[in-house]
């Protein structure tokens, strides 16, 4: 090979994408035809609402062109839309909004728009449990990564009181992610708040990932975001990025907006079209569809609601203790104290049952006494994997 | 906002990506009533085969999941079969191929796993007149960008008997791109042979935009690939970019793959992984049934051949000269001798008979006795805004 010295050595040094390395084992025991219980990767399995697709199929041009780099007006419009409805704010579809593939591209690309690799002010914090694309990210931007742990005692929300001065001053931006994957934490309004107030003290850009933001069970507190916060500043020092993966069943759409200050999207924008990350416009037209209608939203909530209840009450029956959480599909649980690891006990109980949790050492090496389960599966399945797994307690196969 | 001095200054340094300019002009004019026969962008208006369209609309999942990071099995399968009947080789489908949304992405994105921007060895030729990203993707990369004036003399070939020796040892990665955008310059196998050679004796790495490879017209020398010539070697030192977006009419699926060395394209993989930039599996599908057909390419290339045609007999007759081509849709002609700039010419065109063309310069300054019509009009819109331009010519209101 040509350089492999020379290579980009933050590429080398980088790990694989946590969340894939366990399709082979679940090739392997499947192959030994064990059924296997997938709570790892979160890909929900409810279907697509069939207007979304419908709206996709009806809207492919015979004429196809290049889509447009922002995302089309329609799109744009239903965004803003959405965001008037859930969030009460005013987005101008012109200046606040741009489509991304997705929010796991933007996530990753929008520090290459943020960052300046000569500057002293390139410090990106990132919160551990978290999304692993936030480090790469800044790596590959030349930004500095911090990992800020997040603590259990205060409920997973991100403290700006433990960041030093010293490093407040160099502090380029901070991602926060609210509803909390991987914990389900949520954050209040009044938080939010404060934090927004020290990001703006120290000059700092908030990078908000809010794609859980719909994800919350009824009848409970709504998540807020970040843009209610910032809107009568214009936005200063706000982006947020918003998915339709999971709120409306579209993982393999690809298909997302950011939204916040309006000089940021606007160099956002000028970045991407030179990337050429245009989304097609039938999943521009699907997406629109999607953002217009709550209904599907709510019933998807209600399915996930219930297969949480189905786990809190098998975990308050063992005394298995899991984070509180009414929003996300995750749930984050202890490990119970006679294992010694996270990956001990997730080893343990994929052989005595055929379940598969992420070790929470994935998030993050502080995480090594958590595990998380996406609620991926059906509530059927759910009820089946769990009777498994309360016949091996009770004849002592499995230990807690 | 935030750190606009702290800004990453290559995107502040970054022109607008050249070719969407246009559209201001463009829309000013049809407000005017004023018909626009626009030359400019390389995105033709034949309609997507029906079958392409049909395989996309028949492939959408009720149950959407994550599309695979290195396009699907089949998908690689497909492109595999391709290289085997178009260049008589054989591509390993899980080692030589990765899925790519379009090629301008990917064609962005490459640098940043080739390049070390702390090696010395970090020069990206990039070829003038040529596309913008090359410079662009290598810039963000940490490399150092070097335009290489292609010559009319040589026919627009890459000769590296051009760059000294000292530069070539710090070479990583040449761009090349044959058939040529934007001159439909072609390269033979010898030529290849002669860069290939000139590469490996460096340990440089070749990028080869080859999302022209098929647009030539029939019964003419059919265009080789670098893969071609570095198959016996095992690609190595090789990657070739391929889109479906001109040979089947699908600018907007934004599907393409890359092909060559098997380490490279496993980094190649690894990064995209973090960056999240499956395509949807529905685009997958489409894009098999375009790889796996060849009818609707060798009607399209018809379609531009006789276009070119009528294009070769208008400047015959004007003699307006222009370079010889046999491949891509695009007509590289020289500005004649009583315009000063390309610049005044296309202005002179466009204000006489809303022709839109482009001006060499927009590809590299060295080029601004140049034009480029990109043969998107269709033939009979062609042959209207000719005779417009013939009246304008014989009345002299249009001088030559």
Same mark, same amino acid.
């Given at each position: ?39 790892? %990767?979160?890909? @929900?399995?409810? *279907? $697509?609402?069939?207007? #979304?697709? +419908?709206?996709?199929? =009806?809207? !492919?041009? /015979? ?112 991602? %926060?992610?609210? @509803?909390?994957? *991987? $914990?389900?934490?949520? #954050?209040? +309004?009044?938080?939010? =708040?404060? !934090?927004? /107030? ?203």
């Amino acid at each position: 090979m040509a350089n492999l010295n020379e290579f980009n050595s933050w590429l080398l040094s980088l790990n694989p994408f946590g969340l894939t390395k366990n399709e082979e084992i679940k090739s392997k025991l499947e192959a030994q035809k064990i059924e296997v219980f997938d709570f790892t %990767l979160g890909d @929900p399995k409810e *279907p $697509t609402p069939s207007f #979304i697709k +419908k709206a996709l199929i =009806e809207n !492919i041009d /015979d004429i196809s062109q290049y889509p447009s780099n922002m995302g089309s007006a329609l799109l744009r419009k239903s965004c803003s839309n959405w965001a008037k409805k859930r969030l009460a704010i005013e987005l101008n579809p012109d200046q606040h909004i741009i489509s991304s593939n997705g929010s796991k591209e933007a996530v990753f690309h929008i520090p290459q728009v943020l960052l300046n690799s000569a500057s002293d002010k390139r410090i990106v914090i990132f919160p551990e449990p978290g999304y692993p694309v936030y480090k790469a990210g800044t790596i590959l931007a030349g930004g500095i990564p911090y990992a800020n742990p997040l603590k259990k005692s205060k409920n997973y929300v991100f403290d700006p009181a433990e960041i030093p001065n010293e490093i407040a001053n160099k502090i380029a931006a901070v991602w %926060l992610c609210y @509803p909390h994957n *991987p $914990t389900g934490a949520i #954050i209040s +309004k009044n938080q939010m =708040e404060k !934090i927004y /107030d020290w990001a703006l003290k120290y000059n700092i850009f908030i990078l908000s990932d809010e794609c859980y933001l719909d994800m919350y069970y009824e009848g409970q507190e709504i998540p807020p975001s970040f843009l209610e916060i910032s809107y009568k500043n214009n936005f200063k020092n706000v982006l947020s990025f918003f998915s339709l993966s999971k709120r409306s069943g579209m993982t393999g759409y690809r298909s997302g907006f950011v939204a916040g200050e309006k000089e940021v999207i606007s160099l956002f924008a000028k970045y991407r079209l030179n990337v050429g990350l245009g989304t097609p416009d039938f999943i521009q037209k699907a997406a629109v569809a999607a953002w217009d209608d709550t209904e599907h939203v709510v019933e998807r909530s209600r399915i996930f609601a219930n297969k949480r209840k189905v786990i809190d009450q098998f975990f308050e029956k063992n005394k298995i203790s899991a984070l509180p959480s009414n929003a996300t599909f995750y749930v984050w649980g202890d490990v119970p104290n006679s294992y010694k690891t996270d990956k001990e006990f997730s080893d343990a109980l994929l052989n005595a049952t055929g379940i598969m949790v992420t070790p929470g050492s994935i998030f993050g090496e502080s995480c090594n006494r958590n595990f998380r389960m996406a609620l991926v599966p059906t509530v059927e399945k759910i009820q089946e994997c769990l009777q498994k797994w309360q016949l091996k307690i009770d004849s002592g196969e499995f230990k807690l």
